[in-house]
């Protein structure tokens, strides 16, 4: 199941053969600058449904769409200038972003009653090659399974937990345990959410 990467330069080949498989259907997992993440399709529902399984999420969690820069934040969330000045003082990094998700998103994928979608660009060549590969946002979560304390950070302990449940594993070596901090943006001032790995300072907060 996994695709042994390096991480500075990852194998055009495996991130070829992942964009492949996502958009098929898979659920995969691969690193991020924080800590490793569960990536589907967008578009698909099944495999969001997957996902969601293997979290055991319900629909009012935010889920995060991993983008390659602002341009595609832009594109699936509704930003102000003030929103966007702190978008581009803080990206790319290990930030989330709760902000008011655009038409161009799937309700499916948005909190039911706010129309919320948490959004992230991640600084790490891994995560930017797929994104790249596939010309489009990734829809993702922490890998932080039920019951765990802390997200999964080693590419055999992936495969031996969810074997069965995982379509690939993108291995770029031992990832982070410190998932994202998260931002609410949606409010006249930024509000925490989660302190993570991401610096608060340049919120105020």
């Known amino acids: 199941m996994p695709l042994i990467l390096n991480v500075e330069h990852p194998n055009p080949r495996a991130i070829a053969e992942a ?13 991020t600058d924080s800590c490793y993440a569960l990536g ?10 997957r996902l969601r399984a293997l979290r055991e999420l319900d629909e009012r969690h935010h889920l995060t769409l991993m983008c390659r820069d602002l341009s ?32 161009e998103l799937p309700r499916r994928v948005m ?11 991640p600084d790490h060549p891994v995560a930017q090659a797929l994104l790249t590969e596939l010309a ?3 829809l993702t979560a922490t890998l932080l ?12 302990e992936i495969c031996d937990r969810l074997r069965g449940r995982l ?4 291995d770029g070596g031992v990832c982070g345990t410190e998932p994202t901090t998260v931002i609410d ?3 006249a001032a930024p509000e925490l959410v989660r302190a993570g790995k991401g610096l608060l300072a340049p919120f105020g907060l």
């Open 136 to 138: 489009e946002p990734l």
């Open 19 to 31: 964009a492949r498989r996502l958009h098929a259907g898979a659920v995969i997992a691969f690193p």
């Open 72 to 103: 595609d934040i832009a594109k699936y969330a509704r930003v102000d200038n003030s929103q966007y000045r702190l978008l581009k003082a803080t990206t790319p990094g290990s930030y989330v972003f709760i902000l008011e998700g655009s038409k």
């Open 145 to 156: 399974l039920p019951g765990d304390n802390a997200p999964l950070s080693e590419s055999w």
């Open 167 to 170: 379509d690939l594993v993108l």
């Open 111 to 121: 909190h039911p009653k706010r129309k919320t979608i948490g959004l992230r660009v």
């Open 40 to 49: 589907c399709h967008l578009g698909d529902k099944d495999a969001l449904n």
């Open 185 to 187: 943006l949606t409010n």
